[in-house]
């Protein structure tokens, strides 16, 4: 049966909690699975893969979407061939460690207590929602970020510094959309040009967005999403 139902793997923050205003944007027959992840206790890439198999292992065809953080989780989910995978769409993500020359420094600084600190509203919009967020996204992106643990905050960060799932992604099949966020200030566009190099196949879009763009535009990420589903093969209406 064609696809009505996303899987969604959070950023950094794991929560999941963070999708609600993409989840409204979605057509009404369409449904959704947050796949959220532990907040008290630090899990590796490795040991957070049997979340996404159990949320995924009792649906029909679904599309995998990943934001950030999860998008090393879902090339490697997609590289296990499952048969009711349609699609993978990564939302302003990476397949390894996207600061490369900024690594150690970086590694030296994301230490637990720098997730104790609570960040003015300037460096807030400035690497994640943009300018002139939306007070309400900015309170509940730090409700996210308060209910896990700095340890976690810490040990995932590291993850991402240490990841390479450049052979998970060369493995994959499935069709698979790179959504950027054009004003992302974390990433920068070598990310999706490593996916368009791995596997040129790999359908490209862009939305004006900061990274976290399925928070500040979340219809016109669905409405890119939803268009790019369509276009598979036995795609829903």
Not at 136 to 145: H, V, W
Not at 227 to 237: E, G, H, V
């Amino acid at each position: 049966m064609a696809p009505k139902h996303l899987v969604l793997l959070p950023g950094l923050d794991g929560t999941g909690e963070l999708f609600v205003d993409f989840i409204a944007a979605l057509p009404e027959s369409w449904t959704a699975t947050t796949v959220s992840f532990p907040t008290d206790g630090f899990l590796p890439y490795t040991d957070l893969r049997p979340f996404v198999v159990a949320a995924a292992s009792q649906l029909g065809q679904f599309v995998l979407v990943a934001e950030s953080f999860s998008a090393p989780l879902a090339v490697w989910y997609a590289a296990t061939n499952p048969p009711n995978l349609a699609a993978v769409v990564i939302c302003a993500g990476f397949v390894r460690n996207p600061l490369h020359r900024w690594s150690r420094a970086v590694k030296a600084l994301v230490k637990p207590w720098l997730f104790k600190l609570k960040p003015p509203r300037t460096i807030v919009e400035y690497f994640l929602l943009g300018r002139h967020a939306p007070l309400g996204l900015l309170k509940r992106l730090r409700d996210a970020l308060q209910t896990v643990s700095p340890d976690v905050l810490s040990g995932r960060l590291e993850e991402v510094l240490d990841c390479d799932a450049r052979d998970d992604l060369r493995r994959t099949s499935v069709p698979l959309m790179y959504l950027e966020a054009t004003y992302d200030r974390l990433l920068s566009s070598s990310c999706k040009d490593e996916f368009s190099q791995l596997r040129p196949d790999t359908v490209l879009r862009s939305i004006p967005a900061p990274h976290l763009l399925l928070q500040r535009e979340p219809q016109k990420a669905a409405t890119i999403i939803m268009a790019f589903i369509r276009s598979l093969p036995s795609s829903p209406d």
